[in-house]
């Protein structure tokens, strides 16, 4: 089955917003093994949307189109769908139903900016009419038409709740591809291409993909299309092979994260984590508080941005400051230290370093960090300098840190250089 | 002018890359006041290209076209690009040089590949011979047709330095079009529509966008394209009229952010801020601190994600946490308390809250928040309770518990029903 993606909004054509509901929505049907022919983006006019409707209508089996279903006034789709469609506007029953109700639960008041909303083009069907979040869809001439909201949550929900069972549904059940996605952090990428330069078969059935995703690199792994002479068995060898090579940097496959992988880690091992940070502002408590169930093992941290805190809060020796600066191998195996002794856990992590853009001296650049991991009464630390801008550079930090509690729990080496 | 974007490449069309060059193309056509009418995006094939091509020739003053020039096989843009339009393709001598001398200063050997790159389109001119990235562009139907690379760096550079200036050079240069955004946060989107439902000359000049960016929602004023009746004071009247209905919400304006508004203020005022986070794990000092310069006036903050630490490190009491929970008013006026104690700071802020997807129960549902403010010895806080999945919610608590600064510092109500 083949299709079409058409994004509508203003923000999109004069590049205000990315468009990533294309992209979710192609990678999503792509990975189902529905292929996109073509991603349209109009404004938010009638004459636009109109046109490209038309178009996809003559060209495709299935439609995706997002954009323009809210209350505002700027929400025209479901006008345009039915005047585009030579269907009559008619208020969905159901819909206003549901609507009322989302509104009742939030204690707000039903209004037409509301009601507008039910309004659909005949014989639209709601897709999801018991979440809280709407779209419809609509068949024509065997097209199957898919309305979805802007707003990516929800554009995203019923993309993987609704429109994808659907189509599989109703088209032929594709064969899904074996693909497999490894995630490496800390090597750069020429390095990279250079341990991987001679793979055996890389120009035969299986086809790498490399995509740097900062400050991650992926490489994918998937069988040619059509090809049935090769089977997943040849990715695992593939994937064997990669391995042996830059085994160490892989630190995640698939949807894991790196957060997500030292958080299993440290449930495996009943190890409880603490963290003191500095030039990463709350970034990686942030991370590690986005997964589900962490506070099974992050009891939590200190942001100590200050000279003043890291003694206060931590127990940083005034003299290790004076002497070596807040930005050292000492600050930061004494913040470590101290975030543990002060916390009661296990394990203390610790950053300190000049995100920039000031802040920078001769000796110690902007993107100079330095890392420091305590356990018992021992504290490792060591140093890195990076290269990015400033959020770039809170991201390595924080990555790199983690990246430190996920070698150590696995028992390999995490200080540079070793 | 206007025109249209189309871009190329099977990572596109499958979901594995985020079209940035359509979005980067996008932004700086409408920055410069040209308008882009529709962004179409195909795979690297001969039929979706040539398509593509005979209809933006159809409907559009320029074109911008990005992808396929490279040296690999699936390059293909020059070939589909000259049987498109007719014209032969021809070996461009100066382009072949420009290519040789390339591949002669990294010391790379001439090869077929490289060769392939100097077949271009009859009377193409090549953008940009100076330098080692390499376009070409076209006229044909007085359609400027610009065919650039897919490497966002290069892709990035040759709109910049040659067809911007190229399109504003031949186009009539035009008036850049006011337009300003207006940032609102704390209001939904029915409220706000209803809000401003009967705004005067809406249907007039001044077109009106509104935009959810998840938890804000923007307002875009802008000045229709070729109307000169309308100036720059219709829409400070406009401005003004929005304001006088949902000013409180307004935090920012343009590119500002949250929390830069924040750090402004706390500048201005001179105030010392520190932070104390249950649920956000670290958002709200990673958001501060994402601010170059903030450390001027933030001080940092603690991540208290278990009720020791918040005994521990705050000095919340321990018949609070009993009598009340740790999702508390008085939980959370005692964290702020506590935070602007320890850190020795003018300002306290806290969150405390359930971000779910579990923990929840039936008096405090998951989305229940508390945020609390410190100054002296006065402490302040409410409830409020959000809807979204975790990460929605976390994003919500920071969001509110900056605005409380922010209104705070401007002596606006802040408390919630206030």
Chains 1, 2 share one sequence.
């Not at 917003?17 to 979710?24: I, S, T």
């Not at 997002?66 to 345009?80: A, C, K, M, Q, W």
Request: with cysteine.
């Amino acid at each position: 089955m083949y299709g079409e993606i058409i994004t509508i909004g203003d923000e999109l054509i004069s590049g205000r917003v990315v468009d990533l509901n294309a992209w979710y929505a192609a990678g999503r049907l792509t990975a189902a093994g529905l292929k996109v022919n073509r991603v349209t983006t109009v404004g938010d006019d009638q004459e636009s949307i109109s046109k490209a409707l038309q178009k996809a209508l003559s060209e495709s089996q299935f439609v995706i189109i997002t954009g323009g279903l809210g209350s505002t006034d700027d929400d025209i789709t479901n006008e345009i769908a039915a005047s585009a469609l030579h269907r009559p506007l008619c208020l969905d029953e159901e819909m206003y139903e549901h609507i009322k109700e989302y509104a009742a639960v939030r204690g707000l008041k039903m209004s037409r900016a509301f009601e507008k909303m039910a309004w659909m083009p005949e014989d639209a069907k709601i897709l999801c009419p018991t979440e809280e979040v709407c779209g419809f869809s609509l068949v024509e001439n065997k097209v199957r038409l898919y309305f979805l909201p802007g707003v990516p949550e929800q554009m995203r929900f019923l993309m993987d709740k609704v429109v994808l069972p659907d189509l599989l549904l109703h088209g032929k059940a594709p064969s899904r591809l074996p693909h497999r996605v490894l995630k490496l952090y800390g090597l750069d990428e020429p390095s990279l291409a250079e341990k991987l330069s001679d793979l055996p078969g890389k120009s035969g059935d299986i086809i790498l993909g490399f995509y740097p995703r900062f400050p991650e690199n992926h490489i994918t792994l998937s069988l040619r299309g059509d090809d049935r002479s090769s089977t997943a068995g040849d990715l695992d060898g593939m994937e064997r092979e990669i391995r042996s090579r830059v085994g160490s940097f892989i630190f995640a496959t698939g949807d894991q994260t790196m957060e997500g992988v030292v958080g299993e880690r440290l449930l495996q091992q009943k190890l409880m984590l603490s963290v003191a940070e500095s030039c990463t502002g709350g970034l990686i408590g942030n991370l590690l508080t986005n997964v589900p169930g962490s506070s099974a093992y992050f009891l939590g941290g200190v942001v100590v941005y200050s000279n003043q805190a890291k003694i206060d809060l931590l127990g940083v020796s005034r003299r290790t400051l004076d002497t070596h600066g807040a930005v050292s191998d000492e600050a930061a195996a004494e913040m470590a230290a101290g975030v543990r002794r002060v916390l009661k856990a296990d394990l203390g992590l610790s950053v300190t370093g000049i995100a920039g853009p000031d802040g920078g001296t001769p000796e110690k650049p902007v993107g100079t960090v330095h890392i420091g991991l305590a356990r018992g009464d021992k504290a490792f630390s060591g140093k890195y300098r990076f290269w990015g801008n400033r959020e770039q550079n809170k991201l390595n930090s924080a990555m790199m840190a983690l990246d430190w509690v996920r070698r150590y729990l696995h028992g390999d080496s995490f200080l540079p250089g070793l």
